[in-house]
Structures are given as structure tokens and as C-alpha cells.
């Protein structure tokens, strides 16, 4: 027969048991297998602020990885110690499991071949002099999501069901934002996941992607597994954050910014699935 004092040790153990696995679980390595498919990239919506998401167009994206969880303060910490690296400032909102932020672009692709070296993996980037970058989108290594890629996993893929927000029609159930974050970041996996297991592609923190930004490009993309366009000034950011409103929120919401700007910025890994 079981004393209280058992009992109440069990409960412990459990709990930092389950608290261990929740630790583990988000590592920005954890991935999701996106099966690939095809697509409606953009919104019809109405408005001058949104006419980047027209015209709505079909895309097909081969099978990919990509991050079940935002790259975590603890993740890039530990790239910033074996890097040398200064770590970014937190906001005062709290480190470990809440998103890194403060992260430019050059960081970004910076941390995901630091990830693959790690991982034992081919490094998805080529850095010349810092500033140049090229993909080789055939490496078998980390690296930032096209927007295509990422779009199409918020949207949860092959097993979409048309939400407005990744995972639901209601923002609260998936996503963090100026309404419930209570003017800060949250730790991952808070709020339900979207249909393919991925927790906040809604809110919490603006997402790097792979493209240089184009307000028309949608009118020339190609439709098999666009990059984006050649050159530009500014790379595209997805997603909304904790102080956005609905409106930069839904999946299809295109957002950009200089690649050397440091802000309340992060990011998720892809992986080409070979």
C-alpha cells in the first residue's frame, strides 16, 4: 500500500521526468518531415498593405524538414559559446525555451551550418566575406525555409484544412499575440500545434526565410519550388509575433527586413529531405 510521502515522490519524479522530455523536445535538430505537394500561395484579401499577397498562384514544393519548434534562447546559446559569439539581448523577457530573438539574418544562416558541422551534415550555405551567401539547396545540412516552404508548412501541407492561422481559424489556440503575450515572448509549444505537429508558425516571433523580398514577385514566381528572386535589399519574415496584431498573423502575411537588422527577429531549420 502506498504511503503519501510515496505518492507525493512519484508525483515529483514525474514531473521532472516530463519536464526533462519537454527540454529536450525543443531543440531546434527536432524536425518534421513536410510531405511535399501542391499549393494556393497567398491571400485574396482587400487592402493596399496586402497587394504583396496577389495574385494567389499554385506552387509545388518537394518534401522537406523543417523545425518543429522556434530556434530556442538555450539552442543558440550554446552556438554562441562554441562560436565566440555574443549572445543577444533576451528584452528582459526570459531565456531558455522562449525563442531567440535579436538575431539578423547573417546569423541565422550562420547558426544553421554551425548546426549541420554539429549534426554531421553538409553545410547548406556558402559565406564569402560574410555578407555573400549562396545555397546549395542539394546539401543535406540546415538551413532557413523558402517562403514558399515555410508558407506551405504553416498552411499544414498535404494535411491543410484552409485555416486562416496555422492550426486554426482562432488565433488563440496556436498563437501568441499582442492580445494574450502579455507584451513578451513565450516559451515554445504554449499553444496547440498545426496539422503537421509544427507549434508556433503563428505569432511568438517573426521567422527569417531564405528570400530576398519582392513586393510583385508573386505575378513571376515559377510554380516548382521557387527561391525567391535573385537580389534584393531586404529578406522576407514570417509569421507575426507576440506584438502583432490578427491581421500580421495569418499564414499567408508577408513581412520584410534589411538581412543586418538585429530585432525582435528568429527563426526555425529546414532541411532539404534527400
Given amino acids: 500500500m502506498k504511503t503519501k510521502t510515496s505518492i507525493l515522490l512519484s508525483a515529483i519524479l514525474v514531473f521532472f521526468i516530463n519536464s526533462s522530455f519537454s527540454k529536450l523536445e525543443q531543440t531546434a535538430a527536432e524536425v518534421v518531415l513536410v510531405q511535399g505537394g501542391t499549393f494556393k500561395m497567398g491571400d485574396s ?5 496586402e497587394d504583396d499577397e496577389r495574385p494567389v498562384h499554385e506552387v509545388t514544393i518537394k518534401s522537406f524538414y523543417i523545425g518543429k519548434f522556434e530556434v530556442t534562447f538555450a539552442d543558440y546559446e550554446q552556438f554562441c559559446t562554441e562560436t565566440e559569439r555574443m549572445v543577444p539581448p533576451d528584452g528582459g523577457y526570459g531565456k531558455a525555451n522562449r525563442p531567440v530573438i535579436n538575431t539578423s539574418w547573417y546569423d541565422a544562416v550562420e547558426f544553421c551550418n554551425w548546426l549541420s558541422k554539429k549534426e554531421g551534415l553538409s553545410a547548406a550555405y556558402i559565406i564569402e566575406a560574410t555578407t555573400k551567401v549562396t545555397c546549395n539547396f ?3 545540412g540546415y538551413r532557413l525555409p523558402t517562403e514558399a516552404e515555410w508558407e506551405y508548412a504553416a498552411k499544414g501541407g498535404n494535411k491543410s484544412k484552409n485555416y486562416v492561422f496555422s492550426g486554426s481559424n482562432s488565433i488563440n489556440d496556436v498563437g501568441w499575440f499582442t492580445e494574450n503575450a502579455d507584451g513578451k515572448t513565450q516559451s515554445g509549444g504554449g499553444k496547440n500545434a498545426n496539422e503537421l ?15 530576398w523580398y519582392e513586393r510583385k514577385y508573386y505575378a513571376a514566381s515559377v510554380k516548382d519550388n521557387p527561391t525567391g528572386p535573385k537580389t534584393g535589399s531586404a529578406k522576407v519574415l514570417r509569421g507575426g509575433a507576440w506584438f502583432s496584431d490578427q491581421t500580421y498573423s ?11 537588422i538585429r530585432f525582435n527577429y528568429g527563426f526555425r531549420v529546414c532541411r532539404t529531405a534527400l
Fill in 45 to 49: 484579401v482587400d487592402g493596399s498593405d
Fill in 138 to 140: 542539394s546539401a543535406n
Fill in 197 to 211: 505537429g509544427i507549434y508556433d508558425m503563428t505569432g511568438n516571433v517573426w521567422e527569417w526565410c531564405w528570400d
Fill in 250 to 260: 495569418r499564414t499567408s502575411e508577408r513581412f520584410n527586413r534589411a538581412p543586418d
